[in-house]
């Protein structure tokens, strides 16, 4: 299984999914704000989708870039424990 489709059977096939939900299931160490001022920041690599032009819209991410978020994040773990454990 892939990682958007778990994702969207997570987040019942939404396609944006807002910003403090993201903060919520995948930082829970981090406010949204604290999230959205990394990611301006270049610190975190997670586009973030504004649903209009204000910077008072809606925020979030669309699930197919959370899911390449998760797997780059996935792929350094395992070069990591490969670099470890051999």
Same mark, same amino acid.
């Not at 997570?10 to 949204?32: C, E, K, M, N």
């Not at 699930?63 to 996935?74: C, P």
């Given at each position: 299984?892939?990682?958007?489709?778990?994702?969207?059977?997570?987040?019942?096939?939404?396609?944006?999914?807002?910003?403090?939900? @993201?903060? !919520?299931?995948?930082?829970?160490?981090? =406010? %949204?704000?604290?999230?959205?001022?990394?990611?301006?920041?270049?610190? *975190?690599?997670?586009? @973030?989708? !504004?649903?209009?032009?204000?910077?008072? =819209? %809606?925020?979030?991410?669309?699930?197919?870039?959370?899911?390449?978020? *998760?797997?780059?994040?996935?792929?350094?773990?395992?070069?990591?424990?490969?670099?470890?454990?051999?």
């Amino acid at each position: 299984m892939t990682t958007i489709f778990l994702l969207l059977a997570q987040y019942g096939a939404t396609a944006v999914v807002p910003l403090d939900i @993201v903060a !919520r299931d995948y930082f829970p160490h981090l =406010s %949204a704000a604290k999230l959205l001022r990394k990611i301006s920041l270049g610190e *975190i690599r997670l586009p @973030v989708v !504004r649903i209009e032009g204000s910077n008072k =819209s %809606a925020k979030g991410v669309h699930v197919n870039d959370l899911a390449d978020y *998760i797997d780059a994040r996935r792929t350094a773990a395992q070069k990591e424990c490969d670099q470890l454990c051999t």
